[in-house]
């Protein structure tokens, strides 16, 4: 939406994340978060929603109607739910041709 803002690194060799100040934004210790005028706003999904909110709808990033919006955010939720498995869980890169005798849908 080419908003000024100021990138400051945190986390991982760059440290911050236990400090005082940055645990008032986010008291999970974790990136990313953003302060924008003293809103505080921590989860990149969350981040994306409350920008295209505020700032994003001129530029078509945001629409009042939720069917519209829908289709934006469908793709936010689905990206997490699909790429962050359990350690035990694996990925299938070329499923097994389902049997004739299972249903095609649940």
Known sequence: VGLPHEHIQAGGSHGMLD????RAM??????PVIDDDG????????ILRYLAAKYGRDAGF??????DRSQFERWMDWSPATSQMLPTEKAVAS???RPSSSPSHF
Do not use: K, M, Y
């Open 19 to 22: 400090e005082a100040w940055f």
């Open 62 to 67: 945001w629409s009042d109607d939720a069917g």
């Open 26 to 31: 986010n008291p999970h210790g974790r990136v």
């Open 95 to 97: 499923p097994s041709p």
């Open 39 to 46: 809103v505080i706003v921590w989860e990149s999904h969350t």
